[in-house]
């Protein structure tokens, strides 16, 4: 995906915490909780349940949010569409990471079973 760097910049200053509800809303209207989505949280990026709140508090943005992030090393697997977007071509690496989170979070409200949104199978 070629992204304009006002499409990367506005990324990398929204926080986590302003988008955090909108995933909650999600997942739970599709019938799954706020515990699998904290599972998938974790999974990509390494924080625990107290470092996600710690996040939110912080009113981290995206940028702050990655970069203190450990990225799973499986997250190169996350491929698909999401917003009109192939995420395995974006080529900003923050931009491409948010995404990802996008597209775990909403592999989760579609149903998708944990064994495959963690890439375990």
Known sequence: MKSTSHHDEKFAK????????????????????????????????????????????????????????????????????????RVEEIENPLTQRVRYLDKVVDELAKGRKMEKILRKI
């Open 14 to 85: 929204m926080t986590f915490s302003s988008v955090y509800p909108h995933y909650v809303n999600k997942v739970e209207r599709k019938g799954r909780t706020k515990q699998e989505l904290h599972e998938v949280i974790e999974w990509l990026t390494g924080f625990s349940e107290k470092e996600i709140q710690q996040q939110i508090e912080e009113k981290s943005s995206f940028e702050k949010f990655f970069a203190e992030a450990k990225l799973n090393p499986k997250a190169n697997l996350i491929t698909g569409n999401i917003c009109g977007y």
